[in-house]
């Protein structure tokens, strides 16, 4: 079952804050996010392999909150070099068909404005 | 060093047509995945090689589509008769598969946008 990011979308001005949201219907295993500016390969950004877990990568974080079965990422002054679409990938904890690989949300876009 | 390719980086095909798309992944990975992105959409799994065990093709949308890795390297992806609505971005990623799908950093080529008309 494909996670749910929220916002779609997101529109900031550079120094500006955001936070995007990651759910799933299911317990997770783990969590991927990774940004992909338009016409370029999606570049990993950080995985989370535990509840709790919170990772930071320059002034992008993430956190992951297992009894939630969700992560959310967090861009903090924000720089325009930040624009492009995050997208996460989940892999579930028990079984099912997306049981052993990464399923990935939507994406949000993110704009971000001098 | 260099990263995944794909080629051609783009394909503009008719209705009913077979078409080729292939990856060349990070020399050393052995593992390496086919994705297709639609339109304003996530990443889609199609399937996943991992060494000389046999691919996870649980994501290949129908029988018209295939792919092959040969020598453990370069991979092939195959759509026969292709369709209007097969037109996508088609990424391809490798991995050092160290753990798994889902812990290992998975490394995405620039894609192939395969346009059907």
């Known amino acids: 079952q494909q996670p749910v990011q929220s916002p779609q979308a997101v529109i900031l001005r550079e120094g500006e804050d955001a936070v995007i949201n990651c759910s799933s219907s299911?317990?997770?295993?783990?969590v991927h996010w990774y940004r992909q500016k338009h016409g370029e390969a999606p570049v990993f950004l950080m995985i989370l392999l535990k509840g709790g877990e919170q990772k930071g990568h320059e002034k992008i974080s993430a956190s992951f909150n297992e009894k939630k079965q969700q992560s959310s990422l967090y861009l903090t002054a924000s720089q325009l070099s930040y624009s492009g679409t995050y997208f996460c990938?989940?892999?579930?904890?028990?079984?099912?068909?997306?049981?052993?690989?990464?399923?990935f949300g939507q994406g949000t876009i993110l704009t971000v404005h001098p | 060093g260099a990263g995944v390719s794909q080629s051609p980086s783009n394909k503009v095909t008719e209705k009913g047509k077979d078409v080729e798309l292939r990856c060349d992944p990070i020399?050393?990975?052995?593992?390496l995945y086919w994705y297709r992105q639609s339109l304003g959409q996530g990443l889609e799994f199609l399937i996943y090689?991992?060494?000389?065990?046999?691919?996870?093709k649980s994501g290949l949308p129908s029988d018209r589509f295939s792919a092959e890795r040969t020598g453990g390297s370069v991979s092939t992806l195959t759509i026969q008769r292709t369709q209007q609505e097969d037109s996508a971005v088609y990424l391809c990623?490798?991995?050092?598969?160290?753990?798994?799908?889902?812990?290992?950093?998975?490394?995405f080529g620039p894609g192939t946008r395969l346009t059907v008309l």
């Open positions: 020399s050393g990975h052995t593992a």
């Open positions: 990623a490798s991995s050092l598969a160290l753990a798994g799908p889902t812990t290992d950093t998975q490394y």
């Open positions: 090689f991992q060494g000389n065990s046999a691919p996870d």
């Open positions: 299911k317990a997770l295993y783990s």
């Open positions: 990938g989940t892999a579930p904890r028990a079984g099912g068909t997306s049981y052993g690989k990464l399923t």
